[in-house]
């Protein structure tokens, strides 16, 4: 019962009271350490009250629970030293991480609390020891493993065609080779080391990515921007992909050119991906996929349903000519082609004037013009300029939460080996066998001084102005008058305020 209370507080609006009658519930704890505390007793979704805090964005009760936590070590002058204990923070064998799961969360207040001790402080550790390193030395593996992969398909097996033409419209010279006549040549076996190097690097992929997706969930895996959803998406079939292409490679089935395309086009789009690690181009990698799954997919509904009316009407005005005149609508895949590159203006208007055209193209033509060129491609620029518009005020805070699930990641996945916990051990210190990170504080006096000052000048100001709004009053059917007693108030305000607070800064210095 106790810790149902200490949940429903953290969820509380009123923050004070919810501090206050938290400590008030753990005075009569028992066991307020160990196993048997109230505050490590999780709920039904395995989150316990300090966790809960950071999912809900509550960054007034992280503060209060994250003060309880903390040991002054010593104190100097301005500087302090303060441990603080990272139990349930440190992502270090934990099994629902209290990083990811700020991460993870929809609410952008929880965001927030990256950017209070000592979370700023361990994640920028992690980053910067371990994090950045490791990640751009993956990035370079990345890319070389793509240039393997890329080779092996500009070299792949090829013979020239010995069968006849069946159409003047045929135009292939080379066909793909069978498996026996593919791996004879020493330039052969130089291109079997790097296909055998590519579908390891694909099974590798797999072998990473499915744990995560059974421990997660697929929903939140591939539904959250910030743990990278739309790149395991991509990387993940790029996988499928290298597969099927090697089934299609030893069974001798021409086509292998379908999946080795497409896992060109998206090996080469996961590069992206590492952008996050960069702070110049990270934050640009997340306006593209906020613009890519957003606008561009309700856009793509609209494209598609003009296209498809408009090249139907294309094909049929064209049915009935002779395609060697106007070939761009011979039949109908071909119209659909030449639609949708109308639509992006990448081609002008066919037309050939030597023969005299339908009339109804110029008809159908002229609407889908308005209608592609004029109306739909400004919605779409209107439309991307409004997201990066709302984009715009919180993508450095994203880039930061990409960065926190991305060293995350790096400590799931690498040995613990290459990986070694961050912090102090409590035996150093006699605080037993938790780990606390050191933080050193610099309190500057003279702000909270200053603060002081600033407080009493405010007060000073309201009260001498509510006396000059009396002073108006009373004189208020001299309407001429108004503008000269306004500025004697504001100049005697000024003058007294002033004059008060040097006074309060030659008594205290």
């Known amino acids: 019962t106790g810790n149902t209370v200490l949940h429903i ?50 960054t007034v009760m992280f503060q209060y629970l994250m003060q309880k936590r903390k040991h002054n070590l ?57 994090g950045r390193p490791y990640f751009c030395f993956l990035a ?35 066909v793909q080779k069978v498996l026996q006549e593919s791996y004879i040549t020493y330039e052969d076996e130089l291109r079997l080391v790097g296909e055998l190097i590519t579908v390891i690097g694909a099974v590798v992929i797999l072998i990473l990515e499915i744990p995560d997706i059974l421990r997660v969930g697929a929903a939140k895996y591939f539904g959250q921007t910030i743990l990278g959803g739309p790149f395991h998406i991509i990387v993940i079939t790029y996988a499928c992909m290298i597969l099927v292409t090697m089934v299609m490679r030893l069974t001798s089935t021409t086509g292998e050119v379908v999946p080795m395309s497409f896992a060109l086009v998206l090996g080469w789009c ?8 960069f702070q110049m181009l990270g934050p640009f ?49 071909m119209s659909l082609f ?6 992006l203006t990448i081609i002008d208007g066919p037309a050939n004037y030597d023969v005299d055209l339908p009339f109804m193209y110029s008809v159908v033509y002229f609407a889908f013009a308005i209608i592609a060129t004029l109306l739909m491609l400004n919605l779409l620029i209107a439309m991307m300029g409004d997201t990066h518009w709302r984009v715009a005020h919180e993508r450095d805070e994203l880039w930061r939460a990409q960065v ?23 035996r150093e210190y006699g605080l037993g066998d938790r780990w606390y990170l050191r933080v050193e504080d610099r309190v500057d006096p003279n702000k909270h001084k200053m603060m002081r000052y600033t407080e009493v000048f405010k007060a000073q100001d309201k009260d001498n102005y509510d006396k000059g709004l009396a002073k108006l009053d009373i004189n208020r059917d001299i309407l001429y008058k108004k503008e000269p007693i306004a500025l004697s108030v504001s100049r005697s305000t000024s003058r007294t305020s002033s004059h008060r607070g040097w006074e309060i800064l030659r008594r205290n210095t």
Not at 11 to 35: R, V, W
């Open 404 to 426: 926190v699930a991305t060293t995350v990641m790096l400590e799931r996945k690498l040995p613990r080996c290459l990986w070694p916990r961050s912090g102090i051990c409590g």
């Open 285 to 333: 990698t997340i306006m593209i996929q906020k613009m890519i799954f957003g606008d561009l997919m309700r856009f793509c509904w609209l494209m598609a349903v003009v296209i498809l009316g408009f090249a139907s009407a294309f094909y049929i005005i064209f049915q009935t000519e002779n395609p060697e005149n106007l070939g761009q609508f011979y039949n109908y895949p």
């Open 270 to 277: 996961n590069v992206m991906y590492f952008a996050r690690g």
């Open 338 to 343: 030449t639609t949708f590159e109308l639509f």
């Open 9 to 58: 507080l953290v969820l509380q609006p009123n923050k004070t009271f919810a501090c206050h009658m938290y400590n008030l519930i753990l005075s009569y704890d028992k066991n307020k350490e160990g196993p048997g505390s109230l505050e490590l007793i999780p709920n039904n979704e395995g989150l316990t009250p300090f966790k809960l805090a950071g999912v809900e964005g509550n």
């Open 74 to 130: 010593w104190s100097f002058g301005p500087l302090t030293t303060v441990l603080y204990d990272l139990t349930e923070i440190d992502s270090w064998a934990e099994d629902q991480s209290f990083l990811e799961l700020i991460v993870s969360t929809k609410k952008r207040e929880a965001r927030q609390i990256l950017d209070l001790t000592p979370v700023k402080e361990l994640v920028s550790l992690k980053w910067n020891m371990y």
């Open 140 to 174: 370079l593996f990345y890319i070389l493993y793509m240039v393997c992969f890329t080779m092996c398909c500009v070299y792949r097996p090829l013979k020239p065609r010995t069968g006849n033409k069946t159409s003047s419209r045929d135009n292939t010279i080379y």
